[in-house]
């Protein structure tokens, strides 16, 4: 009866973590690529006057345009933000599940560790992978798209070889992931959404706002959406472990791809 009880949890919170995923993830997607839409059309706009994007979806035609003030009440605004938070503390959920309190998180023939040294290897890992994105995406290296793209993928590259020297290779492919959603997520509420607020209450009360501070959250949105492909590629590995973390490669393996997701996901934003 136990087993069975801990299989529907399992069970139930992976189908609520999927959902909430696939609607913050679609969200993601759907803003950045409108906003690359309209930031191409300003590029060739010679009046200034930057027309709607259309589109046909659900038996209707959408004309989107994008605003430089507030048209209604502040709180007429609609926000997402819930989609995020869901689905990393679903993550997270199941991260102790499945790791922390089975079996999975330590390979005796990778290290011999005790399993409250690996859980705190694991915690600490998130945690040091948000300071180190941060504080690198803040600096002049984060101004240029393609000297943080090389530094991101360095990061990777170590990050994942010192996870697959400490845990299985299930749990390293499944922590490296955990990483990326953690940045993801906390980009969302400590980055994002305090920008959002800050733009609200300024057109709000009619005063200026600071273009810089919606710049950056932007960029981290931007940001979202590059790690999002790797996430999910991360999520499905543990269901093919001949070619992903149980492979004799596993290292070259997980970096290849995630540089492939990123790949994939410029093409996506761009298309």
Do not use: C
Request: charged letters at 15%; hydrophobic letters at 50%; zero cysteines.
């Amino acid at each position: 009866m136990e087993f069975s009880i801990r299989e529907w949890l399992n069970l139930a919170v992976r189908w609520f973590h999927v959902f909430a995923g696939i609607m913050w993830v679609g969200q993601t997607y759907y803003f950045t690529w409108l906003d690359g839409q309209f930031t191409r059309r300003e590029k060739t706009a010679t009046t200034g006057d930057v027309p709607g994007v259309w589109m046909v979806h659900s038996g209707g035609f959408y004309s989107v345009e994008r605003k430089t003030g507030l048209g209604v009440g502040a709180g007429q605004v609609r926000w997402f933000r819930w989609e995020a938070l869901m689905t990393w503390v679903a993550g997270m959920i199941l991260l102790v599940l499945v790791y922390y309190l089975g079996s999975g998180l330590i390979d005796p023939d990778v290290a011999d560790i005790s399993k409250t040294a690996a859980i705190a290897i694991g915690l600490g890992s998130l945690a040091a992978g948000w300071f180190v994105y941060d504080g690198v995406a803040r600096s002049p290296l984060g101004k240029s798209q393609s000297a943080f793209a090389v530094f991101a993928l360095i990061m990777t590259a170590a990050v994942s070889w010192g996870l697959l020297h400490v845990f299985s290779g299930r749990a390293a492919y499944i922590h490296l992931g955990a990483i990326f959603g953690t940045i993801m997520t906390t980009n969302v509420w400590l980055r994002i959404l305090p920008a959002q607020r800050r733009m609200i209450a300024a057109a709000a009360s009619g005063t200026a706002f600071d273009a810089s501070v919606s710049a950056q959250a932007k960029l981290r949105s931007k940001h979202n959406t590059f790690m999002a492909v790797p996430v999910v590629f991360l999520m499905l590995s543990n269901h093919y472990p001949v070619g992903t973390y149980g492979n004799r490669y596993a290292w070259p393996v997980v970096v290849a791809l995630v540089a492939l997701g990123w790949g994939a996901a410029k093409l996506i934003r761009e298309a």
